[in-house]
Nanobody, 125 residues
């Protein structure tokens, strides 16, 4: 059984940085496409950044140049380095995983079967 667990959220001021981590246990991360999503209460879930099993990445326009997604297959861990944070980045961030390589839908929530509980990121002005 695959289990997904995030950590690293917190509160920072505008311009600050945070690194989120996501451990995918129960299988080999290298076989999975994984992604970060965020959601604000009352709004739709938004795909932030994803990385396919072949290593290719995709980012939402709103975070390009500020966020970097990476993974360490040996540690079964996915990371999201977030720099130059803005108040509009405030959200619950969740990690999701799906076995094999996901195509153009990398940042679409419906393609993912395995989800973590989420970690809160709050950016104050």
């Amino acid at each position: 059984q695959v289990h997904v667990s995030e950590s690293g959220g917190g509160s920072v001021q505008t311009g600050g940085s945070l690194t989120l981590s996501c451990v995918v246990s129960g299988d080999l991360l290298g076989a999975y496409s994984v992604a970060w999503f965020r959601q604000v209460y009352g709004k739709e879930r938004e795909g932030v950044a994803g990385i396919r099993s072949d290593g290719t990445t995709s980012y939402a326009d709103s975070v390009k140049g500020r966020f970097t997604i990476s993974k360490d297959n040996a540690k079964n861990t996915l990371y999201l380095q977030m720099n130059s944070l803005k108040p509009e980045d405030t959200a619950m961030y969740s990690c999701a995983a799906q076995r094999w390589c996901v195509g153009p839908q990398l940042l679409e929530p419906y393609v993912y079967n395995f989800w973590g509980q989420g970690t809160q990121v709050t950016v104050s002005s």
